[in-house]
């Protein structure tokens, strides 16, 4: 069914569709939308659903991790400083193997005051054992979410669905939106391989003390591995059903580019024109969409970027004293590879500055009268200099 809806919307469309059992939430600007759909659909009656009210992101986390627990399928939502809150409790989610799932509306951290686009809150949380996937428009968020579950139950670990503030999440876009049966075909009910129980009595979430708790976080690590198959096996059955897929990384034009410029969220979307219109110019550059950050796809990576002359990274983030997030994560997987074109780190769209095509042009331009990489990672746009 066509429908023309807000990105967050997207998202409380897919949590319906997935029969969320146990929802908690704290508003915050950008993701209210997303909680406040999912609220009406529980007081309408179009989800047999619990929804949770509590007074912060710590409390929402908290009780999701409770319900999952217990084996039912859960949904919370957050964004910028709310997210920030959750810190604690999301190492706890992840190391208790709960396949909880999360929506994480990008938003600037402050001060100062910031509510609009940026990367930073989710991916200030990359260590903590959150699965992490990025989503370029509402079509992608609904698909996404879907899969989430699926992958987050296949593989025991949470998943953080990532959507760009005010560009996606209040940007209302046309959808295709799945049937409950197509749904309930792809996504069949939870069923946990542990969940909390009186009968019989047990101990749940214990001290872990030298002897084992080396082998507990060596067991998350396993089960990240386990993600890129759970992925690749959710995508070919949501294709079957849906005929859509989307890859944890997305190659465009990369087999003759001679530059690559790698994106993610929305700014993808602008790039794609972008990458077009130089072709049609006659210039041979390409474009790598990163979906999954977390597990980072190393080895689509380098399949993809190996023969490129240069990699430009846009990063809509920055680490203080080491440069921008995914261009970190690119030069890292790339560094112990044979084939190692180099990589151009830059700065773009921080706290809800637009990325426009200009935007792009100034760093192809920059990439291609360029020999090496700047050793400092390089600001654009910035305003007096």
Known sequence: M???????????????????????????????????????????????????????????????????????????????????LMHELLHWASAARLPIVMAEVNRALGPGWNIWMDQSDSLAQRDTGWIQLY???????????????????????????????????????????????????????????????????????????????????????????????????????????????????EPVYCDDAEIIIVAS??????????????????????????KMFRPFPTPLVRKYLENAEKVAVIDRNFSFGAGGIFAQEIKAALFNHDRRPHVFGYIAGLGGRDITAETLDEIHTLVKSADRPDPETQWIGLKNG
Do not use: W
């Open 135 to 249: 989503c370029e428009d509402a079509q992608e968020v609904i698909d996404t979410t879907l899969q989430a579950y699926r992958i987050a139950e296949k593989a025991n670990l949470p998943v953080m669905v990532v959507l760009d503030a005010f560009f996606l999440s209040h940007t209302h876009e046309p959808v295709d939106l799945p049937t409950q049966a197509e749904t309930d075909r792809f996504l069949p009910p939870f069923k946990p391989r542990i969940s909390v129980d009186s009968r019989p009595a047990a101990n749940y979430y214990q001290m872990a003390p030298p002897a084992c708790y080396m082998e507990m976080r060596r067991n998350i690590q396993s089960a990240m591995e386990s993600v890129n198959g759970h992925f690749e096996n959710s995508e070919t059955e949501f294709h079957r059903i849906f005929g859509r897929k989307y890859g944890a990384v």
């Open 2 to 84: 066509k429908k023309v809806i807000e990105g967050s919307h997207a998202v409380s469309e897919a949590v319906r569709l997935a029969r969320v059992q146990v929802m908690s939430a704290y508003p915050i600007t950008p993701q209210t939308h997303i909680v406040e759909a999912l609220s009406e659909f529980c007081a309408e009656g179009l989800m047999n659903a619990r929804f949770i009210c509590v007074e912060s992101e710590h409390s929402a986390m908290a009780a999701v991790i409770a319900a999952s627990a217990t084996g039912v399928r859960t949904f919370t939502a957050t964004s910028s400083h709310g997210l920030a």
């Open 265 to 290: 969220g929305t700014a993808a979307g602008t790039l794609r024109q972008f990458i077009d219109d130089k072709r049609n110019q006659g210039e041979k550059v390409g474009m790598l969409k990163m």
